[in-house]
């Protein structure tokens, strides 16, 4: 036991857990903490804006798989992480919030900068801590740290008043915590498991529907093994992208509002649909009544809570899905044969549907559209480098025209849908894995937003790509008033946008405009090599519209393919 | 489902009255954890009441609702996914004591109207509590059917004020919540 300030208790606790980057912003009532920082060994980057902290931390968890950590002063600075995460609550990405707060003595009296941070984040975090005394910080830390990492991850607040930062007061580290009310692994139930196999291996037509719990396990591997074992197709969610290689033979790619004809279609003809780490999204499955009807649904989760909250389901697994997946893979009899005639069946209908959408979906005329900007973007990106993109047309293009190839290296703003998440995320990916490109797909509107984290990106030398897909336009709501609100234009032209290239060139980064599919060629090169943040500034038609389409409240049946 | 030893279920589902009897960490800030996730998920709370438990670091919380299976089925996941709630029993009328306290006061000018109410609180088990010359305030503990009943018994002669406790209940019999 050693004397220290809790300050200097929580720098050390976050030292424990490994942290590597710290994203945040100080201000008075963390400026006891940011002095400890001085004597600390994490790293930390200086954000422009709270909000981009907790992106930065979420990006940076999506890729490493373990919490980022994000720092901001009371009221106004906490506030401002909220959105950050709510979207990583949305997305159970795990980051730890750590807000200074007013002194206990100033706690509701309206003080400078107070706000009840743990009242406004209570609904989009797994748990929040205050303590009330210094020597709670180290243990504090640590429940929050497992908190956050285990069962469905999630973020954790932890907020500081500060007069408990500055006491001085004897401090116990403990190794092992245990937390009461609180028991997230659960030893997935055989019984179970052996009804799933028994259906998968009796069904014709069976499909897996792999979700964000599949990257959040990562039970690559597992999935793939699975597929390949019995010959099932694999459809992803869109939390799910890049859960399952999207170039190998069993891939479709994204089901959903804005997934892949030939997905959707196929969902539609199976026989049994296993879902794993899945949450049957309003957005991925359409009309929940239409999904799935009376046929198998299986439904592997880590979360007990999402079993039957959509959508019930005919046997239900609760566990890691990675664990899960495993034990389902050993109950498959060695001498198991698919029935090849069915299967071959079943394969050959998989041919005929892609290759009918393939011929049917005609892209844009124009030299450079959103389609064949991202399918150079794949061509020239290595199959490791990173993709996140921002929210829109541009979330929605990366989602149909990018194919993942490395599982794991995919992520975007999937579940609150939060404009100018891309960028930071793309960051604190890139200090996650440094030594890979990091992209990130980025509409005008989405970008405006968290542009100021180009100062980051080039000053803290996390340098990625902003492929910027520029319509001068809130594309996808401009897309619904043109379908569902006979044109009417409203607040959708981003009238005045800045030279993106000059914005870019003005923080140091580097900036390419291109008006042909070379030029496009070439930025890629130069940027890919280069290692410097770069603005690709890629002008499309603001006509451009995003196919195929599901309309909010229909089923996949009424999928609309082109205009 | 380990907090959830003593589930019961109903098959059908149609609405009824659940009792949740619900054990938590005994902390500020963790009543207001759980009315706010009712609030957000949009389930319904009719009583709430909170007391502290045999431990002193634990309360135990008895929260009715009225709702279908289903939807008793999530609102029961989703407060066990709250780290601050330690275990759930879900009570029905036939597994449960449970016991309500209300406080109604009434018009009572005419002494014979005093002397009734007086007659109806005995036939009721209630307690005269306080009695001038305008008013009558009884005391009933029972079920909420039960007092309800003796709030329609009574509403002829005007009730000024009532104050109702919500249901605090244990289950029946050796069930113990082993913590």
Redesign the interface.
């Given at each position: 036991m050693s004397e220290m300030s809790g300050a200097a208790a929580l720098m050390a606790a976050l030292e424990k857990e490994k942290v590597e980057y710290i994203f945040g912003l100080p201000g008075g009532a963390n400026l006891p903490i940011y002095d400890a920082l001085v004597d600390s060994k994490i790293r930390h980057i200086l954000v422009r804006h709270e909000q981009s902290a907790a992106h930065m931390a979420d990006g940076y968890a999506r890729i490493k798989r373990k919490a980022g950590v994000c720092f901001a002063t009371s009221g106004p600075g906490a506030t401002n992480l909220v959105t950050g995460i709510a979207t990583a609550y949305a997305d159970s990405s795990p980051i730890i919030a750590v807000t200074g707060q007013v002194a206990l003595p100033m706690i509701g009296k309206d003080a400078f900068q107070e706000t009840d941070i743990?009242?406004v984040t209570?609904?989009c975090t797994?748990?929040a801590f205050q303590p009330r005394i210094a020597s709670e910080i180290p243990e504090m830390v640590k429940k929050s740290f497992y908190?956050a990492e285990s069962g469905r991850p999630g973020p954790v607040l932890i907020d500081i008043p500060k007069d408990v930062q500055q006491q001085v007061t004897k401090m116990d580290f403990p190794e092992y915590i245990k937390?009461?009310?609180?028991?997230p692994i659960?030893d997935a139930d055989l019984s179970e498991i052996n009804k799933a196999c028994e259906m998968i291996l009796k069904a014709e037509k069976p499909m897996i529907m792999a979700g964000g719990g599949v990257i959040l396990s990562g039970a690559f591997s597992e999935l793939q093994t699975l597929a390949e074992l019995l010959s099932i197709p694999v459809v992803t969610t869109f939390k799910g992208k890049g859960a399952f290689p999207e170039n190998h033979p069993l891939a479709l790619g994204p089901i959903g509002m804005h997934g892949h004809a030939e997905a959707n279609k196929m969902v539609q003809e199976a026989d049994c649909i296993l879902a794993i780490g899945a949450r049957f999204s309003d957005r991925t499955v359409g009309r929940f009544d239409e999904f799935g009807k009376d046929i198998n649904v299986i439904h592997f989760d880590v979360?007990?809570?999402e079993?039957?909250?959509n959508k019930s389901v005919n046997a239900a697994v609760i566990g890691d899905v990675k664990s899960s997946l495993r034990t389902l893979i050993k109950l498959i009899p060695k001498n198991f044969r698919t029935n090849e005639e069915i299967s071959k069946l079943w394969l050959s209908r998989k041919r005929e549907i892609v290759n009918y959408y393939e011929e049917s979906i005609k892209d844009y005329s124009r030299e450079i559209t959103a389609k064949k900007a991202l399918k150079k973007l794949r061509e020239i990106l290595p199959a490791d480098g990173i993709v996140t993109t921002e929210v829109g047309q541009c979330q929605m293009w990366a989602s149909l025209h990018f194919d993942v190839i490395s599982p794991g290296t995919f992520f975007s703003s999937t579940g609150l849908g939060t404009m100018g998440f891309g960028f930071p995320a793309s960051i604190g990916a890139k200090a996650a894995r440094t030594d890979v490109p990091v992209v990130d797909i980025a509409g005008d509107g989405s970008f405006n937003m968290t542009e100021n984290s180009l100062a980051v990106s080039v000053l803290e030398e996390l340098p990625v790509i902003v492929f910027l897909l520029n319509n001068q336009m809130l594309g996808m709501v401009a897309q619904w008033q043109r379908t569902f609100y006979n044109r009417r234009y409203s607040g959708v032209h981003q009238k005045n946008c800045p030279d993106y290239c000059k914005l870019a060139e003005s923080y140091g980064a580097q900036a390419h405009r291109v008006s042909s599919m070379d030029e496009l060629d070439k930025a890629l090169k130069v940027a890919v090599k280069s290692n410097i943040a770069t603005v690709i500034d890629i002008p499309i038609d603001p006509d451009e519209d995003v196919y195929p389409f599901v309309a909010p409240g229909t089923g996949l049946k009424d999928m609309i393919i082109g205009a | 489902?380990?907090?959830n030893k003593n589930t019961i279920f109903d098959e059908d589902n149609e609405n009824k009255m659940y009792i949740l009897s619900v054990i938590?960490?005994n902390k500020p800030?963790v009543l207001?954890?759980i009315t706010?996730?009712f609030r957000?998920r949009n389930f319904n709370i009719e009583s709430i009441t909170v007391g502290i438990t045999e431990k002193p670091d634990l309360s135990r919380m008895t929260i009715t609702t009225v709702s279908d299976v289903?939807t008793l089925?999530?609102l029961v996941?989703?407060l066990?996914?709250?780290?601050?709630?330690?275990q759930i029993n879900v009570l029905n009328k036939e597994n449960a004591v449970y016991r309500e306290l209300a406080l109604i006061k009434m018009n009572a000018k005419d002494p014979t109207t005093r002397i009734e109410i007086a007659n109806f609180a005995t036939i009721y088990r209630g307690n005269i509590m306080d009695i001038s010359n305008e008013t009558i305030t009884v005391e009933i503990i029972g079920t909420p059917d039960k007092i309800d009943a003796f709030k329609n018994l009574v509403s002829n002669y005007g009730i000024i004020q009532v104050a109702r406790t919500g249901v605090s209940a244990l289950p029946r019999g050796a069930v113990n919540d082993d913590l």
């Open positions: 743990i009242g209570n609904p797994k748990y908190i937390v009461r009310g609180y028991n659960v979360d007990p809570a079993i039957g909250k | 489902m380990q907090k938590v960490e800030g207001f954890r706010n996730l957000s289903k089925e999530q996941k989703q066990q996914k709250l780290i601050d709630i330690i």
